[in-house]
């Protein structure tokens, strides 16, 4: 009689916020508790890279997305934004572990990281799936920069420089031209980030929406509005200087006068596991401190 082949360990990959002191210790915690659980635990390569963790093997992003069943982002929402968008074309699961500040969509304290992987794991969670948006940067008819972003694309000016002019098209109907800083068009995901301290609306995750939010226009009847997601929406460069799009605040390009930076939903998604009793209202809550009323001593509770 033939041997049984056992059937391979499922693979959680774990990703890891860089520079961060001290963060060995939990993210050591966490590799045993999964390889405890049957799991094969792989580190993202930069992970590997700046981690002084060893005996674990390294996977490029592509073979993650390709062959691990979830990743585990340990870090902020910004580590969190950088992988998102790296792993959305293969709908990989992010389990986000909050080791940064504000932590919106990293939502897991870290104190409570292992009962609430415990859960995940087990199929006691929430899943939510979250829309991106995509961008082509066109130069006389002709693309010259593509990327996506979770949060949001954002057209700005440098710092030094004088107000922009937008041209803001929308499903092929003109909208407006704006002088302004700039412009944020947010997904419900980023109207917690850039777009909510420009004074923009906040869009439950649920919403089929984009914002567009100007940046301190110049007439104070430009007003945040919320279009469809099935919108194109166009912003063409009509004048200033030293101006850019940066996607996530993380990878930008440089623009010209008469570039048109084309937005729609991306085609892809990005998949949260929360815990089982995560709750959206909570974490705004907790984060915005809308939980905080004074107490008879003036102080905040």
């Given amino acids: 009689m033939s041997a ?37 635990v792989v580190f993202e390569e930069d992970t590997a890279a700046h981690l002084g963790l060893t005996g674990i093997e390294s996977m490029s992003v592509a073979a993650i997305g ?8 340990v870090g902020g929402d ?11 074309k293969y709908d990989t699961p992010l389990i986000g572990i909050n080791q940064g500040r504000l932590g919106f969509i990293t939502d897991i304290p870290i104190q409570n990281m292992l009962p609430a992987l ?12 979250r829309t991106l948006l995509e961008a082509r940067v066109m130069r006389d008819g002709e693309q010259i920069y593509c990327s996506v972003a979770v949060n ?17 098209i929308v499903d092929g109907e003109f909208m ?21 301290s420009a004074g923009g609306p906040l869009l439950h995750p649920s919403l089929q929406g984009i914002v567009l939010v100007p940046i301190a226009p110049h007439a104070l009847s430009n007003r945040p509005i919320v279009v469809p997601d099935t919108s ?8 200033g200087r030293d101006i850019s799009v940066n996607f996530d605040m993380q990878t930008f390009t440089s623009l010209q006068l008469g570039d048109r930076i084309v937005i729609s939903r991306s085609p892809n998604t990005v998949t949260f596991l929360h ?27």
């Fill in 66 to 73: 390709e062959q691990a069943k979830a990743a585990v982002v």
């Fill in 152 to 168: 949001d694309v954002v057209v700005a000016r440098g710092t030094g420089a004088g107000m922009v002019e937008l041209k803001l």
């Fill in 118 to 129: 415990g859960e995940i794991l087990e199929g006691r969670s929430r899943l939510e799936k």
């Fill in 78 to 88: 910004g580590t969190m934004l950088g992988i998102a968008r790296q792993l959305a």
């Fill in 232 to 239: 194109e929406i166009v912003v063409e460069l009509v004048s």
């Fill in 275 to 301: 815990p089982h009793d995560w709750s959206y209202y909570h974490t705004l809550r907790e984060k915005l401190h809308w939980n905080e009323y004074p107490t008879n001593d003036g102080k905040l509770k």
């Fill in 4 to 40: 049984v082949t056992p059937a391979p360990q499922p693979i959680i990959a774990l990703v890891v916020r860089q520079n961060t002191a001290g963060v060995e210790e939990p993210v050591g915690r966490i590799v045993d508790f999964l390889r405890g659980a049957g799991y094969r």
């Fill in 176 to 196: 407006y031209n704006q002088r302004s800083d700039g412009l944020i068009v947010s997904t419900p995901t980023g109207s917690t980030a850039y777009s909510l």
